[in-house]
């Protein structure tokens, strides 16, 4: 059985900065893809990054140069370091892990707040 759990989210100013991380445990084999998405109640959930291995990945348009992903080498951490954030920037964050099979896990979420 495979947990991802996230931590990191809180309420922040506009402008301020959060890093999330997200841990992996269990039966976790061939790694392809490590991402976080958001959702906002209402919404649907939106990929806000993925990283494919230490160098390549890609980010949504409105997060691009604010947002960093990052993962370890033994692909069990991932995290995304935030800055400048917006109030647009307030969502339910999830990390998600993708593996060869293809399979697809997902943490609990934690809620970020950007608000004065």
């Known amino acids: 059985q495979v947990q991802l759990v996230e931590e990191g989210g809180g309420l922040v100013q506009p402008g301020g900065s959060l890093r999330l991380s997200c841990a992996a445990s269990g039966r976790l084999f061939d790694v392809y893809a490590m991402a976080w998405y958001r959702q906002v109640a209402g919404k649907g959930r939106e990929r806000v990054a993925i990283?494919?291995?230490?160098?390549?990945?890609n980010y949504a348009d409105s997060v691009k140069d604010r947002f960093t992903i990052s993962r370890d080498n033994a692909k069990t951490m991932v995290w995304l370091q935030m800055t400048d954030l917006k109030p647009e920037d307030t969502a339910v964050y999830y990390c998600?892990?993708?593996?060869?099979?293809?399979?697809?896990?997902w943490g609990q979420g934690t809620q970020v707040t950007v608000s004065s």
């Open positions: 998600n892990v993708v593996s060869y099979g293809p399979k697809q896990y």
């Open positions: 990283i494919y291995d230490t160098t390549n990945a």
